[in-house]
């Protein structure tokens, strides 16, 4: 009989396994309302993408060094110039390619990001396999499957009317497959470094980057902008900040494919935010590969809920048969 220190102990394990789901469903969140917030920027705005990276990353990299110097300020001195580097090219990687996904959010609308986003999980979970960091189970090759069709499902009824390729589509294409090698790539470094050290250096280094590419760039930082133009770029940097610490809290505890497969979720999300925002087109296609997508990240999370929902179906009772009064065999 369990006795109440076993109890206990329990109970620590059990909050552990929640707080990386719920960073998980914030990532989501904010992932979800940042798109519609920057092609609001750009509709009434002259801010062209490469500012508008700059400033969201500045402001995302304040934020975290504040953080970071009140609660970790040792971690953050005692980096060699070779971890420097490291995390600054991971930070390229996942925090630099905001600026390429700007500039294709600036030329396609935000129905075709979010389709083309959707992709995020699938090289993901096979960059992880590639890297040896995951083992590919045909449980979780049907999650990733099932979420990848939900995904279609979900956009495709809403962007049936539009190009089926547009300009800016290959810049989103590229970030997102930057962010999936990004995701994979951080996952032991941020466990070696801590999340605070690790997210403030690739801020950082890539906010240096793009500083130098918005004063290179002509008219990147001229705009007359509104107040609330000004507020909603706050709200770019502080979510994108909010974004990385949340993602890489969830990957001291779950695998990169899991995080990647979640994320899923953010085109879906997105899309309904674009529908009460934006005006762009909601029907049963959306519901329906919504719905779809949320069985299917379960299934990569927990593979064997297929397998015992497989298992109940085969061990169900048998359906009498009607003309022989008899059961069939199995």
């Known amino acids: 009989m369990p006795t109440s220190e076993d109890t206990a102990d329990r109970l620590p394990k059990h909050a552990s396994a929640v707080v ?22 750009f509709q009434h705005s002259h801010v062209q993408p490469i500012g508008l990276a700059s400033f969201r990353v500045m402001i995302g990299f304040l934020l ?6 009140l609660l970790d300020r040792r971690g953050l001195l005692s ?3 070779g971890n420097l580097v490291r995390l600054g090219l991971i930070g390229f990687l996942g925090v630099f390619s905001y600026a390429i996904a700007a500039w294709g959010l600036m030329n396609t609308t935000v129905v075709h990001y979010a389709l083309i986003y959707g992709l995020l999980p699938s090289l993901t979970a096979g960059l992880s396999v590639l890297f040896g960091h995951d083992r590919l189970t045909v449980q979780k090759s049907v999650g990733i499957i099932l979420s990848l069709v939900g995904c279609v499902v979900a956009l495709s009824l809403a962007s049936h009317k539009e190009a089926v390729f547009q300009f800016g589509d290959w810049f989103v294409l590229l970030f997102t497959v930057m962010m999936s090698a990004h995701i994979v790539c951080s996952s ?20 240096l980057l793009l500083s130098f590419g918005s004063v290179a760039w002509p008219n990147a930082g001229q705009d007359d902008s509104s107040l609330l133009v000004m507020v909603s770029v706050l709200y770019i940097g502080c979510a994108t900040a909010a974004v990385f610490l949340l993602r890489c809290r969830s990957l001291q505890s779950l695998s990169p494919a899991t995080v990647g ?9 997105t899309v309904m935010l674009a529908f009460l925002c934006l005006d762009e087109p909601l029907g049963g296609g959306t519901i329906l590969g919504g719905f779809m997508v ?37």
């Open 261 to 269: 497969t979640y994320h899923n979720l953010v085109p879906v999300c």
């Open 79 to 81: 980096l060699s110039l």
């Open 20 to 41: 990386p789901l719920a960073c998980l469903i914030g990532v989501v969140l904010l992932l979800s309302s940042v798109t519609p917030v920057i092609k609001y920027v």
């Open 188 to 207: 032991g470094i941020v466990k070696r470094f801590g999340v605070m050290v690790s997210n403030t250096v690739m801020f950082g280094s890539s906010s």
């Open 64 to 69: 975290l060094f504040s953080i970071t110097w």
């Open 294 to 330: 949320l069985v299917g990240a379960e299934v990569v999370r927990r593979p064997q809920l297929l397998s015992l929902t497989a298992l109940y179906w085969t061990k169900s009772p048998a359906v009498p048969d009607l003309e022989g009064g008899k059961e069939p065999t199995t």
